[in-house]
T-cell receptor, first 112, second 113 residues
Framework: KQEVTQIPAALSVPEGENLVLNCSFTDSAIYNLQWFRQDPGKGLTSLLLIQSSQREQTSGRLNASLDKSSGRSTLYIAASQPGDSATYLCAVSMDSSYKLIFGSGTRLLVRP | DAGVIQSPRHEVTEMGQEVTLRCKPISGHDYLFWYRQTMMRGLELLIYFNNNVPIDDSGMPEDRFSAKMPNASFSTLKIQPSEPRDSAVYFC???????????FGSGTRLTVV
């Protein structure tokens, strides 16, 4: 059974700092991995999608990497801003299945 | 495109009442998903449809829950009768194909008192 773990559960950093969020999964037979952002009381916003054949994806200040064999993904946020404060969720989909399996998220606070 | 549209945004109901949540997926997306988010269990898939046909409903907690997709542009999730433990945020999501990822709606926050 696939399990997705995110560490740390919460993170507080000063504005301007570069930071890394971690996601690990137990079954490497994933189809793709997606990072989402969730603001309090809001829905999920897709940030980056990495196919199993890819090693990384970049969007602006965000960079997501994937090491399928070791069951890990990282989300790197450069030059963090208070507006980046949110909960970040990673989710994997398995081969031939549309079911997304989510981690419990990392709650990020960027202090001005 | 307006994205995935869910209604209502908030619903407060009394235990025992019927609750209906609604979702309009992105036009052209063949896959529609219902997820539930709670503090204790995080995000869980309840059911998903492909071309209006339910494919996997193994996540539906019990017979009190039912979901329908009468056409490509509309789906409902119904709880009858509702119980306090059903209180959660219910999300609808849609997808064109798996390799393109998912788009989520803003969710319906359900409170059963």
């Amino acid at each position: 059974k696939q399990e997705v773990t995110q560490i740390p559960a919460a993170l507080s950093v000063p504005e301007g700092e570069n930071l890394v969020l971690n996601c690990s999964f137990t079954d490497s037979a994933i189809y793709n991995l997606q990072w989402f952002r969730q603001d309090p009381g809001k829905g999920l916003t897709s940030l980056l999608l990495i196919q199993s054949s890819q090693r990384e994806q970049t969007s602006g200040r965000l960079n997501a990497s994937l090491d399928k064999s070791s069951g890990r993904s990282t989300l790197y946020i450069a030059a963090s801003q208070p507006g980046d404060s949110a909960t970040y969720l990673c989710a994997v989909s398995m081969d031939s299945s549309y079911k997304l399996i989510f981690g419990s998220g990392t709650r990020l606070l960027v202090r001005p | 495109d307006a994205g995935v549209i869910q209604s209502p945004r908030h619903e407060v109901t009394e235990m025992g009442q019927e609750v209906t949540l609604r979702c309009k997926p992105i036009s052209g997306h063949d896959y529609l998903f219902w997820y539930r988010q709670t503090m204790m269990r995080g995000l869980e898939l309840l059911i998903y449809f492909n071309n209006n046909v339910p494919i996997d409903d193994s996540g539906m907690p019990e017979d009190r829950f039912s979901a329908k997709m009468p056409n490509a542009s509309f789906s409902t999730l119904k709880i009858q009768p509702s119980e306090p433990r059903d209180s959660a945020v219910y999300f609808c999501a849609s997808s064109l194909v798996l390799s393109y990822g998912y788009t989520f709606g803003s969710g319906t926050r359900l409170t059963v008192v």
